[in-house]
């Protein structure tokens, strides 16, 4: 079972990669699939390997994504 899940707000994307990009686990890909603004946002093709580590959310310059720890 995944330790973490990833929330993603697909209308603040700006398409710029960088969550896919670190993301350590390979949790997300960008979307062929645009938002209302034109841009492609992430979409979670791995979703058992989420940490929860909120790297994606770190790097997010649009508060659009984060990561966070399921408690135990
Ligand atoms: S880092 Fe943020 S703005 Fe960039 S692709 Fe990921 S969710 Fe979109
Ligand atoms: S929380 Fe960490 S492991 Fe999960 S998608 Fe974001 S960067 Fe990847």
Redesign the pocket.
């Known amino acids: 079972m995944a330790k973490?899940f990833?929330s993603i707000a697909a209308e603040r994307c700006k398409g710029c990669g960088f969550c896919v990009e670190?993301?350590?686990?390979r949790?997300?890909v960008l979307s062929s699939a645009f938002n209302s603004t034109g841009y492609h946002p992430p979409h979670v093709v791995a979703a058992e390997k989420?940490?929860?580590?909120?790297?994606?959310g770190m790097y997010c310059p649009d508060f659009a994504i984060f990561?966070g720890r399921y408690a135990r």
């Open positions: 973490g990833v670190f993301c350590p686990t949790v997300l989420c940490s929860g580590c909120d790297l994606c990561g």
